[in-house]
């Protein structure tokens, strides 16, 4: 088995949690690869634009694809290597007290609560207004971010071992990561806190709402397994009886009939011969030989 078939196992029989790591890096490597021959080429490399979230409205019309493609694009190594860690770390975690499609779920509606935010602020806040136009979202920190929210609200007093530091307790990271974020909107990257702050908000609102035995992704995993019976090639289906069913007895009492016919057919034979027969016993010979 080469490499490529190898890959293509692994994601089919793989975990959902696999195949979004899976997708984020399949997408990074396509990316990137093509970059190089766009480089080599010395033209410039557009499909990053047509792929990441834009700031500006006027330019979303058009693009609407953009607000689910985001959260799947990376271009930096270090960008998309801290980011599938934390995925494969604190998802491992959610799926200790969740089932697959809610992480599927709560990543989707993460990314694009975070879209959202930070669709919001560009638009309504002034100090945003000279670089609208040239703002760009990418990156699936929003969807991770929502996860580890999720985690924190449900499981508080959860600890995980952080390198240098030690045993923390989920609720810490959470309260950090909340502050930095709050915090960093006054950086270069306000763009990029405003959308966790967005996948923050969502992570919380799902487990507020599952307390109260409401599951907010529901939604997402009905749409995609609609989007998934679409895509599925419909089975073949082999008919070998036709006509009303019978139960037991009624099934007995004709196959009695019918080899009692049979054997009065056989015993004409042997007195009479084959010449003796009618049309409709020859016929009925004819279709026990079959």
């Given at each position: 088995?080469?490499?490529?078939?190898?890959?293509?196992?692994?994601?089919?029989?793989?975990?959902?949690?696999?195949?979004?790591?899976?997708?984020?890096?399949?997408?990074?490597?396509?990316?990137?690869?093509?970059?190089?021959?766009?480089?080599?080429?010395?033209?410039?490399?557009?499909?990053?634009?047509w792929l990441a979230l834009p700031a500006d409205i006027n330019q979303l019309t058009y693009k609407p694809w953009t607000l689910i493609t985001y959260m799947?694009?990376?271009?930096?190594?270090?960008?998309?290597?801290?980011?599938?860690?934390?995925?494969?770390?604190?998802?491992?975690?959610?799926?200790?007290?969740?089932?697959?499609?809610?992480?599927?779920?709560?990543?989707?509606?993460?990314?694009?609560?975070?879209?959202?935010?930070?669709?919001?602020?560009?638009?309504?806040?002034?100090?945003?207004?000279?670089?609208?136009?040239?703002?760009?979202?990418?990156?699936?920190?929003?969807?991770?971010?929502?996860?580890?929210?999720?985690?924190?609200?449900?499981?508080?007093?959860?600890?995980?071992?952080?390198?240098?530091?030690?045993?923390?307790?989920?609720?810490?990271?959470?309260?950090?990561?909340?502050?930095?974020?709050?915090?960093?909107?006054?950086?270069?990257?306000?763009?990029?806190?405003?959308?966790?702050?967005?996948?923050?908000?969502?992570?919380?609102?799902?487990?507020?709402?599952?307390?109260?035995?409401?599951?907010?992704?529901?939604?997402?995993?009905?749409?995609?397994?609609?989007?998934?019976?679409?895509?599925?090639?419909?089975?073949?289906?082999?008919?070998?009886?036709?006509?009303?069913?019978?139960?037991?007895?009624?099934?007995?009492?004709?196959?009695?009939?019918?080899?009692?016919?049979?054997?009065?057919?056989?015993?004409k034979i042997s007195k009479s011969g084959y010449d003796s027969l009618t049309k409709e016993e020859k016929e009925l010979l004819f279709k026990m030989g079959?």
């Open positions: 088995m080469s490499i490529i078939d190898e890959i293509k196992e692994s994601f089919k029989k793989g975990s959902v949690l696999t195949r979004l790591i899976y997708i984020n890096l399949g997408v990074f490597l396509f990316i990137r690869i093509l970059n190089v021959f766009f480089f080599l080429l010395n033209q410039d490399f557009s499909l990053v634009n799947f694009l990376h271009f930096d190594f270090l960008h998309i290597l801290f980011n599938i860690l934390w995925l494969y770390w604190l998802g491992k975690i959610f799926l200790i007290y969740f089932n697959s499609k809610q992480l599927v779920g709560i990543y989707l509606l993460g990314g694009l609560a975070g879209g959202v935010f930070f669709l919001a602020a560009y638009n309504l806040f002034p100090a945003f207004t000279e670089v609208i136009v040239f703002s760009r979202l990418l990156g699936a920190s929003a969807s991770v971010i929502a996860i580890v929210i999720a985690v924190a609200m449900w499981a508080p007093n959860h600890t995980i071992n952080l390198l240098f530091i030690g045993p923390i307790r989920m609720k810490y990271i959470a309260l950090f990561s909340l502050v930095i974020y709050v915090i960093g909107i006054a950086s270069s990257n306000a763009g990029g806190n405003l959308a966790h702050l967005g996948g923050a908000f969502m992570g919380m609102l799902f487990v507020l709402q599952y307390r109260k035995n409401k599951d907010l992704t529901k939604g997402v995993s009905s749409i995609l397994a609609q989007g998934e019976k679409l895509f599925k090639p419909k089975q073949k289906i082999k008919v070998t009886y036709k006509g009303t069913p019978v139960d037991d007895v009624e099934y007995n009492r004709q196959r009695n009939l019918k080899q009692e016919e049979i054997n009065r057919v056989l015993e079959k």
